[in-house]
């Protein structure tokens, strides 16, 4: 399964996080199919010189991470990640912190391990994560290393993983919440469409009195 | 922000949920000086942040409720989640709803005279049908005819109603079997734009959050008043209402404002729309000499006979996938069962479309990542079903809010009491909302099975009953205008008014009464 820049600008949509170059439709009629793209976008959201862009430290840490999160079998992880942090970025206070916590685990890797993070072989950034507690940890924005870690880092890429629904189809759902992928996908029986529900509430008949 | 009064006004409205903010726009708009005091803010810009505080834990609520201003105590037999059961704010509890509407039956407003239990309202379905019709009209809500065991109605709904989902199709195999009637529902929520708001785009967050604006909020009232000319002054937390001396008429609201400062609102007319809880706690923190047991409490009935529906569920795991958390809705319910006698308590069954946990929730609280998580969330995704209901709860004089004088909030007053139990025969109506439940999952074949009945349920958040509606002035606090028949200019609105709560969710009845309520007020201004 490979996931994409469209992957990461559905989710970002799903945020609120549009602008720039971005113009993102999500209040448009959507489907479920469709990955964020909206009309007269070319999605992009920047990155190269902005202000606003986390260092490259700080994109490949994640990347990194994403690449122990997310399952093996996912390809395409560094498009995605940058993706998704650059435009998570448009936020001060979400940059800083999220920069702040990437920094920091950098900086225990390099303490450790005596490498940067993202040079480590993924087994062994799994298991560093898993060392500083961040599995278990409770997502705490201002709380303690693991904690800054499980929320800026770990939960914010899931999260950008299964909202989106590239992320949500390798579990069985291809509009996962916080997508806005439209109201047809409730009624189809499979992701890939499949008979469309038309028993229940008949609810064929509106605008007509019951009385 | 300008906090201060608003100089002639003629009405003062306290709180801007729907009970409030319709009758502001209707008063408004007739040309009235309307003034509403809301306690909470207005939660102004993107939406989307508050999707991301539901969804991503650790980021707090996203109605900012439970802090020192909402304090309270649970002192009854079954503890009462207050602040996860309200929002204050511009919009109230609406922000946060999930929208489910429809009409109470005929029989709920006959309740005493057709079973001899409960009470029986002054006014009857027929008297309220020409309100509900404005109220759907008002929220926009969509619907279908149906239902054959709707109450009779003359008009189309505005919007046509949301398609049954894949879940319900699978239930409507079973319950065709069992003779059970499955019909669609109304909701709250635009199948189509309407009132300048997005269709549904499927965020499937409905409750407690919906970024599209797709889902109605009261904030829409709101909005249109304050067009109208009235002026909406948040982080306004009324305090007291202060009576002329003859005890006649309330001639201002005391409110405190976030710099500290106290205020007093003067006006012609007084709408109390706060909700059945801080309605209660209002009236009661106005105490006088005149009037010691609180304001417009002459019967003894303010906060008496609390009220709210309870849940019971059921639900399992198929063989097959379910297609479950696409949306935050329910397309489908039965009211077949409402009106029985046998227990008399109200019923109605729901098809829920987001049984069992949603994948991205349930990833951001996992102890494990990678492949392992893949496999959880593969596992514990895709094939979950289950039904829910709400059951009706008879008004009981034991179940009450009341002042707790031990506990006070920040600004010294004391907390809302709620003193609130499930007595047998409501438990009896749970056991067999259950029974039918179970038939209907048996038939699919449903396992690994789950239930919510008499030793588990909770409340809906609808709370009701607690200024209640009637002729007698010796046992009812406002009479069929939903005027107090203690003070001449004090009106109450919402649903703290109902005698009786039937089992349908209350926001319509709310509405309705809101509509009606706003022309009698209208016709007292000349």
Redesign the interface.
């Known amino acids: 399964m490979r996931l994409t820049r469209r992957d990461a600008l559905a989710v970002l949509a799903?945020?609120?996080v549009t602008g720039g170059a971005v113009s993102l439709t999500?209040?448009d009629?959507?489907t479920?199919d469709s990955t964020g793209e909206g009309s007269g976008s070319d999605g992009d959201l920047g990155g190269g010189g902005d202000d606003d862009t986390p260092p490259t430290a700080v994109r490949e840490t994640m990347v990194a991470a994403g690449e122990?999160?997310?399952?093996?079998a996912v390809e395409g992880i560094p498009e995605f990640v940058e993706t998704y942090v650059v435009g998570r970025a448009r936020d001060d206070a979400r940059r800083d912190a999220m920069v702040d916590a990437a920094t920091e685990l950098d900086g225990v890797a390099r303490d450790w391990e005596n490498a940067a993070f993202a040079d480590l072989p993924a087994g062994d950034r799994?298991r560093l994560l898993r060392e500083l507690g961040v599995?278990?940890a409770?997502?705490?924005?201002d709380?303690t290393l693991s904690?800054r870690l499980?929320?800026h880092v770990?939960?914010e890429l899931?999260?950008a993983?299964?909202?989106s629904p590239t992320g949500?189809r390798?579990?069985?759902?291809e509009?996962?919440?916080?997508?806005?992928?439209?109201?047809e996908?409730?009624?189809?029986?499979?992701m890939d469409g499949g008979e469309?529900?038309?028993?229940?509430?008949?609810?064929?008949?509106?605008?007509?009195?019951?009385? | 922000m300008d906090r201060t009064p608003v100089s002639d006004a003629d009405v003062c409205i306290v709180g801007a949920g729907p009970a409030g903010g319709i009758v502001a726009h209707r008063l408004a708009e007739s040309g009235a000086s309307v003034v509403v005091l809301e306690a909470g803010p207005r939660f102004d810009g993107?939406r989307?942040?508050q999707?991301?505080r539901h969804?991503?834990?650790?980021?707090g609520g996203p109605w900012e409720m439970g802090g020192a201003r909402d304090a309270f105590s649970s002192s009854g037999e079954s503890f009462y989640p207050l602040n996860a059961a309200r929002v204050k704010g511009v919009g109230g509890s609406t922000l946060h709803w999930q929208g489910m509407v429809m009409r109470l039956h005929e029989r709920d407003f006959e309740l005493d005279s057709r079973h001899g239990v409960g009470a029986d309202w002054p006014i009857g379905y027929d008297d309220l049908r020409p309100y509900y019709a404005a109220a759907e009209r008002e929220f926009g809500v969509?619907?279908?005819?149906?239902?054959?065991y709707?109450p009779?109605?003359?008009?189309?709904?505005p919007?046509?109603?949301?398609?049954?989902?894949?879940?319900?199709?699978i239930?409507?195999?079973a319950c065709e079997r069992l003779g059970i009637d499955?019909?669609?529902?109304g909701n709250a929520r635009n199948?189509e734009p309407y009132d300048g708001r997005?269709?549904?785009?499927?965020?499937?967050?409905c409750k407690p959050v919906c970024?599209?604006g797709a889902k109605y909020t009261a904030e829409s009232h709101v909005e249109e008043a304050e067009a109208a000319g009235a002026r909406v002054i948040d982080r306004a937390r009324v305090r007291r209402l202060e009576h002329d001396a003859a005890g006649e008429r309330v001639v201002a609201a005391a409110y405190t404002t976030p710099d500290g400062e106290t205020h007093r609102q003067a006006a012609t007319q007084f709408v109390l729309a706060c909700g059945g809880v801080e309605n209660v706690r209002l009236l009661l923190l106005s105490d006088s000499d005149r009037y010691p047991d609180g304001l417009a409490n002459s019967s003894g009935a303010v906060g008496r006979y609390f009220m709210d529906h309870l849940f019971a569920g059921a639900g399992g795991r198929l063989d097959r996938?379910t297609?479950q958390?696409?949306?935050?809705f329910n397309?489908?319910?039965c009211h077949q069962f409402y009106d029985d006698a046998d227990p008399v308590n109200g019923l109605k069954l729901e098809?829920l479309?987001y049984a069992g946990p949603?994948?991205?929730?349930d990833?951001?609280h996992a102890?494990?990542?990678?492949?392992d998580?893949?496999d959880q969330?593969?596992e514990s995704?895709?094939t979950h079903v289950s039904m829910g209901a709400l059951v009706e709860q008879l008004p009981r004089e034991d179940n009450y809010v009341g002042l707790d004088p031990e506990t006070t909030d920040d600004l010294g007053d004391p907390v809302p009491e709620i003193h609130w139990s499930v007595d047998e025969q409501t438990e009896a109506a749970l056991s067999r909302a259950n029974e039918i439940q179970t038939r209907v999952l048996d038939e699919l074949g449903v396992e690994d099975r789950w239930s919510v009945g008499p030793d588990e349920t909770g409340p809906a958040y609808h709370h009701m009953g607690t200024t209640r509606m009637g002729d007698d002035p010796e046992s009812s606090v406002v009479d069929a205008e939903c005027r107090a028949h203690d003070l001449d200019n004090l009106w109450i609105s919402g649903s703290s008014v109902f005698p009786t709560g039937g089992a349908m969710n209350p926001t319509l009845t709310i509405a309705a009464l809101s509509v009606r309520l706003a022309e009698s007020l209208r016709a007292t201004l000349g």
Not at chain 1, 170 to 173: A, T
Not at chain 2, 159 to 169: E, G, V, W
Not at chain 2, 198 to 205: A, I, L, R
Request: net charge negative; hydrophobic share 30%.
């Open positions: 799903g945020l609120g999500q209040f009629p959507p479920a122990v999160v997310y399952p093996s799994d599995n278990t409770d997502p705490v924005p709380g904690e499980r929320f770990v939960n899931l999260y993983f299964y909202a949500g390798l579990v069985g759902i509009n996962p919440i916080g997508h806005p992928g439209g109201t996908s409730y009624r189809r029986a499979t469309t529900a038309e028993s229940g509430g008949t609810a064929d008949s509106g605008g007509e009195s019951d009385g | 993107d989307r942040e999707l991301e969804i991503r834990p650790g980021l969509a619907g279908a005819a149906d239902n054959p709707a009779p109605r003359d008009e189309p709904y919007l046509p109603a949301f398609r049954p989902s894949h879940s319900d199709s239930f409507a195999e499955m019909h669609s529902v199948s997005s269709p549904c785009v499927g965020y499937g967050t970024p599209s996938p297609r958390n696409h949306v935050g397309t489908s319910e098809f479309n949603s994948p991205v929730i990833a951001l102890d494990t990542w990678g492949d998580l893949r969330l593969d995704y895709g």
